[in-house]
């Protein structure tokens, strides 16, 4: 049975509240038993008896008949519920079916945590009595608890500060579970990564007039009170520098671009470097967008936001761990001043390069953010993540994001940890170098022909140098539109879970 412990998550949001765009929102965690609430939620393993501790035989019996007339066969993320059950304090039970003892994983439990927030939250329920005890699969009973409340606060988080207070109410969840300690310190553990989404959430959600490559910039130096360091370069610098292309795509906006840098330093190791597209609104440029294909590009720098919160998710669980980010933040707008397609921009590689097309920003801006994070950092590992290719999604869709390199252990290690996290990653082939030919500059930056998705990673390869390097693509992965599992409406901050998850293993 559970020690006496108690852990509130509220406490710990507030305590990691930043002043950027949202407010913190969390649903609240005890970890030490039963505490008389509205609701009983029971989770039941396929194939076993539905049984639950403190509860009477009448009541048990009631469980029973109802769960025959549901026709519940305990399949993973099925449900029954039963109103003002016979012999018990409770307005309501909900069982909860896990399905079979393999399929009891991180992933799987996330999100079982996930749907079953919104059903209750759906129902109008205020306080919840977990009875997790006795359960566990590829985890350990800790783990799956910690990673069921996991998926409760994912859903939980959402984007509001647009709307009227309809006071949503707070749930609070009171877990039974096999030893009250290790899950709170499994859930305190989790907790870190959740600040790192929501920060990439929030960032991403946001609309592009107030996530500006500035305010971005504001955004990250909030970092530093977690000892983060935290560089920005500005317009001026970066033609200093020869960063022509990042630069370049910053002309369209009154704002200009900036390069920002956000390097926690857990260890003497050499980093592994993060770079992030931070297109704060894609418009297209003079190759502009039309129709539906512009409406959601404000999330075009939901990259650099990934990478922003994984730094913000190590540094607040004080991993020992060298890990830089490096984001390069641009408005892609259309003005006087904005470069026009033909026009030739230098990367600081020294390789010049023919904007065929403007709305092909994004490569553009990574080329020197990539140049920037070998020459200043020398990685041992370099990825970038980018909304880079609609390709992409017309490849492999929104349940997966795709990634590119040459690296076998690393697709491999990502991939596991994809896995892990509900974030799942998708191998597309590099090698169509030679089809981004120019007539007049090095390179152009679109190819001609070839898959899109795979062009755009090629044309990154040539600034990759000898780094170790991934390029993940998640286009259509970066805002939902419809909740599921643990992510909600709006920014969902994908990345910062798959890169915590392979930084945290493989350090
Ligand atoms: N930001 C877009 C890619 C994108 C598309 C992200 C859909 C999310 C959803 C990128 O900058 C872009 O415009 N790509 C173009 C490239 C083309 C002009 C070569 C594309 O994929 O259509
Ligand atoms: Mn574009
Ligand atoms: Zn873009």
Known sequence: MSRSFNFSAIALATAFATATSAHVHAAEFTF??????????IMQEQGKELSAANLTSDTIAHLKRASEAAQFDASQGGTFELLAPVGADYQRIVVVGLGKQD??????????????????????????????????????????????AHGVNLR??????????????????????????????????????????????????????????????????????????????????????????????????????????????????????????????????????????????KSDM?????????????ALSKADVNVVAVMGMAANMVSHTAIAPGDVLRTAEGLSVEVVN?????????????????????????????TLTGSKVGAVGNRYSAIFSEDEQLVTELTAAGKVVNENVWRLPLGYKDMLKSDIADLKNLGSGGP??????????????????????IAGNALASSAKGEVNVGGTGYGVRLLSEWILKNK
């Not at 030490?32 to 939620?41: E, F, P, Q, S």
């Not at 939901?302 to 190590?314: E, H, I, R, S, Y």
Request: glycine share 10%; proline share 2%.
């Open 302 to 314: 939901a990259g650099a936001a990934a990478v922003l919160g994984t730094v913000k998710a190590m």
């Open 103 to 148: 399929e009891l994983d991180a992933a799987n439990i996330a999100k079982l945590g996930g749907n079953i927030h919104a059903q209750l939250e759906a129902a109008k329920v205020q306080q919840v009595d977990v009875a997790f005890s006795g359960i566990s699969g590829q985890l350990a009973n800790a783990e799956l608890a910690a990673q069921f």
């Open 156 to 297: 939980d988080h959402s984007f509001d500060i647009y709307k009227k207070d309809e006071a949503k109410p707070e749930l609070s969840y009171h877990f039974s579970v096999d030893d009250s300690a290790k899950t709170a310190a499994a859930y305190t553990a989790l907790s870190h990564i959740e600040q790192g989404v929501f920060l990439a959430r929030d960032l991403t959600s946001e609309v592009a007039s107030e996530m500006t490559p500035v305010d971005f910039a504001k955004a990250a130096k909030e970092l530093k009170k977690y000892g983060v360091k935290v560089t920005i370069l500005e317009p001026k610098q970066m033609k200093k520098l020869g960063m022509g292309a990042l630069e370049g795509v910053g002309r369209g906006s009154e704002h200009g671009a900036r390069l920002v840098v956000a390097h926690y330093e857990g260890s003497d190791d050499a980093p592994i470097a993060l770079v992030g597209k931070g297109i704060t609104f894609d418009s297209g440029g003079y190759s502009i967008k039309t129709g539906a294909s512009i409406a959601r590009m």
């Open 358 to 386: 403007t709305d092909a920003e994004g490569r553009l801006v990574l080329s020197d953010a990539m140049w920037y994070a070998r020459e200043h950092y020398k990685p041992e590992i370099m990825i970038d993540i980018a």
């Open 32 to 41: 030490d038993g039963a505490k008389g609430a509205d609701t009983l939620v």
């Open 452 to 473: 899109g998705a795979t062009t755009a990673a090629s044309f990154l390869q040539h600034f990759a140098g000898d780094t170790r390097w991934v390029h993940i693509d």
